[in-house]
């Protein structure tokens, strides 16, 4: 049998399959993946325990978050950093992106002073990655801290920067400087600020980006900016959360008894499509989830390729007396999952998960397979409970 | 590539003229009744580096920057081009403003080291407009054009503390402008590069207009080598003007071959760059072996700067001298020529400048070195008879 029948086969396979993995009740499996060791190293992550110890010390987490590209490799991000490292499914180590420490030209010669010939380097000053998303073709983008600047890099891990002719001037807006220039257009304010970042399978960019400004119509509300795969801005989406295909997913607030209960969701295009009822079981107590008679907001909303939803909550691990900083660096989750018609799934129980400053260290994949990181004393675990149905 | 362009158009420009100078001894197109009018001297200027001075005392900076480029602009004030700065005076020579870079005290020495004009040695060409502005290039390779507001600050892009775009302005507007719609090439060769723009000039609504290498669809269409590009006052980029020479209007020139060898024929463009007339001009008396840049008024009347015979520049202090036989012949739109008027000794107009000026109401100036003291001299052309010609 040739190579290219056995390919057919499989493609005809997942097609027969995608049907059931979707429709299916999903029947999820835990297992340990690999470990990455701590350490300073590219290929290792974080610093010597002694100085994660500090860290946890002091609150400030390791992570800030984790990715599942399409290749399959898991992506972790470093917090402090500002740096996303690659890891295939058996963990073995791919790449790192930002791995570059700063050098004394990156940075101004006097503080609160650039000079004349200064036109910015994109890592310049960061201090904390917050998220970070990739898209097919291997493009990394780097919510980066301090004023929530969009780091991009190429494949090749290059960061990608406007292009400056020999006398210093720019003549070609490329990476942040061109999103960041767009959306002070759009937004007529100096600093947008974003607060997540996503990619879709047509490499597509998108910002959840809140408005910071006076303005009578300033809304605390973050909106969606979506932009080409060559960073242009194609136009604001309703909704606060992005999926794989670029739907993007908002909850109604109609009324405040029912905050969190509807989601709407959006084409591509921002056309509203449909807006579902997450009805919760009856075997799962209202106190799980509720919040004033509905869902509450839960920290964070992830899409998988079936446009099934998962809802995820996370609480502190346990009470004081607390003894283990590993432990108390991570947090409990639960995650409601629902169909794309809003159908109750499943509930999975993750009783430990790297916490991180927002969002807690969880993931999945297009195939709803769940991906979560957390702290062992010597190295980071990453965890993956895949359905039985994974191809 | 560009250098080779810009040469070949200024020798397109020397055949054509030289076409005129040539026409036949035989006949006689136009009889002068009086070939000379005299010029008389507006004010005059000390030589010296001081504010309310021009040029140098010492031969070696006066071959490079001595005193040239006369302009007038709307207001009547005379605009000079000296070393690295471009001054005005009012008329009655008093000085009204130093626009370039402009040496401070001692105590200012830091500041001025952070100023985008610290390594400018020499202006090149400038434009000034009814506003104030005034935007000039340097002698270096890979030059700036830069662009001073009616405060004397140079007008650059506003940037974030990290070195990104937050407005572009000023120079890098154009450019990024000129990038975007034409490519690399052609945006260097407009703003900045070796050479930067051929001759740059403003018209009355204060567009302006750099004279560069013509965009590739524009010579495929027309066969033009040279064209303009027009920026309007906030310097966005308008369009692709034809043409050589401007006038005050934003009408622009172009010369082409006569049908006969005795004349010379001069296209005249409007605003929208539709091609509005012809005029068939005839040659004064007389041979005619070096013509500078014309320059137009608002009536459309034609001055042309000749010389009667080609003699190397000589370098005196305060500048560098012309010790040819130079008038200014002209014509009125229709081709017939009006006078002629002679200019003793000017200084050289380096570039693709023209030696001298016209003002609103028609009256040329031009400069004269004198022994201690620059002397912008006027000849009020209209006094003269309309037509002084016999065809």
Redesign the interface.
Same mark, same amino acid.
């Given at each position: 049998m040739t190579n290219m029948t056995m390919t057919r086969i499989g493609i005809i396979a997942v097609c027969l399959l995608t049907p059931l993995v979707g429709a299916a009740q999903s029947t999820y499996t835990e297992q340990s993946l690999f470990t990455v060791e701590y350490g300073w190293e590219p290929w290792k992550i974080g610093s010597y325990v002694h100085m994660l110890t500090d860290r946890f010390q002091q609150g400030v987490p390791l992570l800030s978050g984790i990715l599942v590209n399409d290749k399959g490799d898991v992506w972790l991000g470093e917090a402090k950093d500002c740096m996303a490292k690659g890891f295939t499914y058996d963990g073995e180590f791919v790449r790192v992106v930002g791995y570059r420490r700063l050098q004394p030209s990156d940075l101004p010669h006097e503080p609160h002073r650039?000079?004349?010939e200064?036109?910015?380097?994109?890592w #310049?000053?960061a201090t904390g990655l917050v998220d970070f998303a990739m898209d097919r073709r291997g493009i990394s983008y780097l919510l980066v801290n301090p004023?929530t600047?969009v780091i991009v890099f190429d494949a090749d891990g290059e960061p990608i920067q406007?292009r400056i #002719?020999?006398?210093g001037?720019?003549?070609?807006?490329r990476g942040?400087?061109k999103i960041?220039?767009q959306l002070?257009q759009e937004m007529d304010v100096?600093?947008p600020v974003v607060e997540d970042v996503w990619c879709d399978i047509d490499n597509n960019v998108y910002l959840a980006v809140s408005d910071p400004s006076d303005a009578p119509e300033a809304t605390s509300q973050a909106k969606i900016a979506q932009f080409s795969e060559t960073l242009d801005f194609i136009g604001w989406r309703p909704g606060r959360y992005v999926g794989p295909d670029g739907k993007t997913y908002g909850f109604a607030a109609k009324s405040a008894e029912r905050v969190g209960s509807e989601l709407a969701k959006f084409t591509a295009k921002g056309k509203h499509m449909d807006t579902v009822r997450l009805i919760p079981p009856p075997q799962i107590a209202p106190t799980d989830y509720q919040a004033e008679g509905g869902w509450a907001i839960p920290d964070g909303v992830l899409v998988d390729a079936y446009e099934n939803v998962y809802l995820v909550f996370s609480d502190p691990v346990g009470d004081s007396p607390r003894t283990d900083l590993w432990t108390e660096a991570q947090v409990t989750v639960r995650i409601y999952k629902f169909s794309e018609t809003g159908d109750f799934i499943t509930k999975v129980s993750l009783p430990s998960v790297a916490r991180t400053a927002s969002l807690p260290c969880v993931a999945v994949d297009s195939f709803g397979d769940i991906y979560y990181a957390m702290y062992r004393k010597t190295g980071v675990e990453v965890h993956h409970q895949s359905t039985m149905l994974r191809p | 590539m560009t250098l080779l362009r810009i040469g070949r158009a200024m020798l397109l420009f020397a055949v054509v003229l030289s076409g005129v100078a040539s026409f036949g001894d035989e006949q006689n197109y136009g009889e002068l009744q009086n070939p000379e009018y005299p010029g008389v001297m507006l004010f005059s200027i000390p030589y010296g580096s001081q504010p309310g001075q021009v040029g140098f005392r010492k031969l070696e900076h006066s071959e490079a920057a001595g005193p040239s480029h006369v302009k007038v602009d709307r207001h009547g004030n005379v605009w000079l081009l000296s070393g690295s700065q471009v001054k005005a005076f009012r008329r009655d020579g008093t000085l009204l403003r130093v626009a370039g870079r402009v040496t401070r005290s001692d105590t200012d020495q830091a500041e001025d080291a952070?100023?985008?004009l610290e390594h400018l040695r020499f202006i090149r060409k400038y434009a000034i407009d009814g506003r104030g502005y005034v935007y000039f290039t340097g002698d270096r390779p890979?030059?700036?054009l830069f662009v001073i507001n009616e405060s004397n600050e140079v007008v650059l892009?506003d940037?974030?503390?990290?070195?990104?775009?937050?407005?572009?302005r000023g120079?890098?507007k154009m450019?990024?402008q000129l990038?975007?719609q034409f490519g690399?090439e052609i945006?260097?060769a407009c703003?900045?590069g070796l050479t930067g723009p051929l001759f740059m000039g403003t018209d009355e609504a204060d567009h302006l207009y750099l004279l560069a290498d013509a965009p590739v669809q524009d010579k495929e269409r027309s066969g033009t080598e040279m064209c303009f590009y027009e920026f309007t006052p906030d310097l966005e980029f308008v369009g692709t003007v034809p043409g050589y020479y401007m006038g005050p209007d934003g009408y622009t020139y172009e010369f082409a071959a006569g049908n006969t060898a005795e004349n010379v024929r001069l296209h005249t463009y409007d605003r929208e760059g539709n091609r509005v007339r012809t005029t068939r001009l005839i040659r004064p008396e007389g041979p005619w072996p070096g013509c500078s840049r014309p320059v137009f008024d608002w009536s459309h009347n034609i001055y042309l700067p000749c010389s009667s015979k080609r003699d190397q520049p000589v370098a005196v202090v305060p500048g560098v001298q012309i010790r040819s036989d130079y008038n200014v012949y002209k014509y009125n739109p229709d081709g017939e020529l009006l006078a002629k008027f002679k200019i003793p000794n000017p200084p050289v107009h380096r570039g693709a400048a023209s030696p001298i000026a016209v003002d609103e109401d028609e009256n040329l100036y031009y400069l004269n070195f004198g022994a201690s003291e620059l002397q912008v001299m006027i000849v009020e052309t209209k006094k003269y008879p309309t037509s002084t010609t016999t065809p």
């Amino acid at each position: 049998m040739t190579n290219m029948t056995m390919t057919r086969i499989g493609i005809i396979a997942v097609c027969l399959l995608t049907p059931l993995v979707g429709a299916a009740q999903s029947t999820y499996t835990e297992q340990s993946l690999f470990t990455v060791e701590y350490g300073w190293e590219p290929w290792k992550i974080g610093s010597y325990v002694h100085m994660l110890t500090d860290r946890f010390q002091q609150g400030v987490p390791l992570l800030s978050g984790i990715l599942v590209n399409d290749k399959g490799d898991v992506w972790l991000g470093e917090a402090k950093d500002c740096m996303a490292k690659g890891f295939t499914y058996d963990g073995e180590f791919v790449r790192v992106v930002g791995y570059r420490r700063l050098q004394p030209s990156d940075l101004p010669h006097e503080p609160h002073r650039l000079p004349p010939e200064y036109k910015g380097y994109p890592w #310049a000053f960061a201090t904390g990655l917050v998220d970070f998303a990739m898209d097919r073709r291997g493009i990394s983008y780097l919510l980066v801290n301090p004023d929530t600047r969009v780091i991009v890099f190429d494949a090749d891990g290059e960061p990608i920067q406007s292009r400056i #002719a020999a006398d210093g001037l720019c003549y070609e807006l490329r990476g942040w400087e061109k999103i960041c220039y767009q959306l002070r257009q759009e937004m007529d304010v100096v600093w947008p600020v974003v607060e997540d970042v996503w990619c879709d399978i047509d490499n597509n960019v998108y910002l959840a980006v809140s408005d910071p400004s006076d303005a009578p119509e300033a809304t605390s509300q973050a909106k969606i900016a979506q932009f080409s795969e060559t960073l242009d801005f194609i136009g604001w989406r309703p909704g606060r959360y992005v999926g794989p295909d670029g739907k993007t997913y908002g909850f109604a607030a109609k009324s405040a008894e029912r905050v969190g209960s509807e989601l709407a969701k959006f084409t591509a295009k921002g056309k509203h499509m449909d807006t579902v009822r997450l009805i919760p079981p009856p075997q799962i107590a209202p106190t799980d989830y509720q919040a004033e008679g509905g869902w509450a907001i839960p920290d964070g909303v992830l899409v998988d390729a079936y446009e099934n939803v998962y809802l995820v909550f996370s609480d502190p691990v346990g009470d004081s007396p607390r003894t283990d900083l590993w432990t108390e660096a991570q947090v409990t989750v639960r995650i409601y999952k629902f169909s794309e018609t809003g159908d109750f799934i499943t509930k999975v129980s993750l009783p430990s998960v790297a916490r991180t400053a927002s969002l807690p260290c969880v993931a999945v994949d297009s195939f709803g397979d769940i991906y979560y990181a957390m702290y062992r004393k010597t190295g980071v675990e990453v965890h993956h409970q895949s359905t039985m149905l994974r191809p | 590539m560009t250098l080779l362009r810009i040469g070949r158009a200024m020798l397109l420009f020397a055949v054509v003229l030289s076409g005129v100078a040539s026409f036949g001894d035989e006949q006689n197109y136009g009889e002068l009744q009086n070939p000379e009018y005299p010029g008389v001297m507006l004010f005059s200027i000390p030589y010296g580096s001081q504010p309310g001075q021009v040029g140098f005392r010492k031969l070696e900076h006066s071959e490079a920057a001595g005193p040239s480029h006369v302009k007038v602009d709307r207001h009547g004030n005379v605009w000079l081009l000296s070393g690295s700065q471009v001054k005005a005076f009012r008329r009655d020579g008093t000085l009204l403003r130093v626009a370039g870079r402009v040496t401070r005290s001692d105590t200012d020495q830091a500041e001025d080291a952070r100023s985008p004009l610290e390594h400018l040695r020499f202006i090149r060409k400038y434009a000034i407009d009814g506003r104030g502005y005034v935007y000039f290039t340097g002698d270096r390779p890979l030059t700036h054009l830069f662009v001073i507001n009616e405060s004397n600050e140079v007008v650059l892009s506003d940037r974030d503390v990290y070195g990104n775009l937050v407005q572009v302005r000023g120079e890098e507007k154009m450019l990024w402008q000129l990038q975007r719609q034409f490519g690399h090439e052609i945006a260097k060769a407009c703003i900045g590069g070796l050479t930067g723009p051929l001759f740059m000039g403003t018209d009355e609504a204060d567009h302006l207009y750099l004279l560069a290498d013509a965009p590739v669809q524009d010579k495929e269409r027309s066969g033009t080598e040279m064209c303009f590009y027009e920026f309007t006052p906030d310097l966005e980029f308008v369009g692709t003007v034809p043409g050589y020479y401007m006038g005050p209007d934003g009408y622009t020139y172009e010369f082409a071959a006569g049908n006969t060898a005795e004349n010379v024929r001069l296209h005249t463009y409007d605003r929208e760059g539709n091609r509005v007339r012809t005029t068939r001009l005839i040659r004064p008396e007389g041979p005619w072996p070096g013509c500078s840049r014309p320059v137009f008024d608002w009536s459309h009347n034609i001055y042309l700067p000749c010389s009667s015979k080609r003699d190397q520049p000589v370098a005196v202090v305060p500048g560098v001298q012309i010790r040819s036989d130079y008038n200014v012949y002209k014509y009125n739109p229709d081709g017939e020529l009006l006078a002629k008027f002679k200019i003793p000794n000017p200084p050289v107009h380096r570039g693709a400048a023209s030696p001298i000026a016209v003002d609103e109401d028609e009256n040329l100036y031009y400069l004269n070195f004198g022994a201690s003291e620059l002397q912008v001299m006027i000849v009020e052309t209209k006094k003269y008879p309309t037509s002084t010609t016999t065809p």
